[in-house]
């Protein structure tokens, strides 16, 4: 085992023990340097941190609709394991939402404005829950710990340097806005979002359409109301959307209809 106390003997051992996974239904390759059940105890310990710093909206039936949403999405995301949770966090200021490991759903306020109906939330939620569901941001946190920690893996990255990896782990899963620059989804990552995020809600129940509306008003391509345009920088910096994106939707979008009309049956 001598040989795995150097960074590069431990990234390979990382690949041996972790190594190379398949994201289902799409087929894509992914390096992890993190195993799940790792994975599921940072969502859990970082969703419990979040709420206890972020106040919690008493708006009760935006919090309703955010439940509603989630929990018609999760009964159909392949998430097993999971300890569902949908919280709406009060913070106007923030366009975001994302989906931790474990099953832990986070909308930040601001972006319910941009969202515009209960369809338009299962297009975020949808798309959150597909991360998750590809383990995306434990992807994120593999190309980070392969950057700036010399491929440890995670546990032996956070004796080393935990306050580092905390940031590391805050960035990539979209979490707390104080920490600065959260890591973009790579384009192959946000395809296969949106192309499981528009099964998952077509399979909920709520028309996939929607999809293509909503991130055509995040494209800039449409007029923006008045004050909304500095709120969709946030969202769009970790969610890079251009003209082939929406090219992208309008071709899912036949097999995502066919799903939900097979829904509403
Ligand atoms: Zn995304």
Redesign the pocket.
Known sequence: MKNFTTPIGAFLLALVIVGCATVAETGRRQILLINSSEEMKLGMTEFDKLKQSTPVSKDAAASAMVRRVGQRIAAVAPLPEAQWEFVLFDDPKTANAFCLPGGKVGVYSGILPICQSETGLAVVVG??IA?AVAR?GAERMSHGLLAEMGGKVLAEAMKARPEATQKLVMQSYSIGAQVGVLLP?SRS??YE??HLGMIYMARAGYDPAETVAFWKRFSGTQAQPAGLMGKLQGYLS??PVNADRIAQLEQLLPKARAEYKSAAR
Do not use: M
Request: net charge negative; aromatic share 10%.
């Open positions: 798309h959150e991360h995306h989804y990552q946000e979002a949106d970790t969610h």
